[in-house]
């Protein structure tokens, strides 16, 4: 009798974990699964999201002008409030109108999981610096605590794309 409601617990553990989820998402029409961390209370200026795909992490560094914008493209790099630096190696840049009339610059960078992890221990301020054509550089500021979440959002993402790691 006890092996029995140890695997009904098992069951109904494995089948509501997706709908436990906080940052994965199952959708049954596409059967698709998608695991999004973004900052929340983000600045004006700029936001941060990071998903996984084939290729690995990937993170979006969204920057929003009011009149102009940067045309940001190439590797750049973030820095944690003690100096720390890590390299982000640029893939592709989505612009866009917002609704209200700002230009949007959102650079594509493939990121390691030790910059995901250190981004969570990050206390202080971040700086993204991201290299744009004019100006040079644009930097992107956010405070350490909007990346808190970012160690349970890479465990419950590991977990739930389980399939995707052991192909890697």
């Known amino acids: 009798m006890k092996t029995i409601w140890t695997l009904i ?5 494995f089948w509501s974990s997706p709908v436990l ?8 029409e596409s059967n698709s699964t998608s695991c999004v961390f973004k900052t929340k209370r983000a600045p004006k200026d700029a936001q941060v999201i ?8 990937s993170m979006m560094v969204a920057v929003f002008f009011k009149k102009d914008f940067a045309m940001v493209e190439g590797d ?7 100096g720390e630096t890590f390299d982000l190696k640029y893939v592709s840049t989505r ?6 009339r700002r230009m949007m ?6 990121v390691s999981e030790d910059l995901l992890h250190a981004l969570s221990n990050a ?16 930097e992107a500021e956010f405070s350490s605590g909007l990346f808190e979440d970012l160690d349970a959002y890479v465990a419950e993402t590991r977990m739930v794309l389980s399939e995707l790691f052991e192909e890697k």
Do not use: H, I, M
């Open 95 to 100: 612009r866009d109108l917002t609704l209200d």
């Open 9 to 13: 617990l098992l069951a109904l553990f």
């Open 76 to 82: 750049s790099r973030v820095t944690l409030k003690g």
């Open 105 to 110: 610059e959102a650079p594509v960078y493939l």
């Open 123 to 138: 206390r202080g301020k971040v700086r993204f610096w991201l290299t744009a054509e004019n100006p040079k550089e644009v």
């Open 50 to 57: 990071v998903t996984y795909t084939q290729q690995g992490w």
């Open 21 to 28: 989820a906080e940052f994965c998402t199952v959708d049954s």
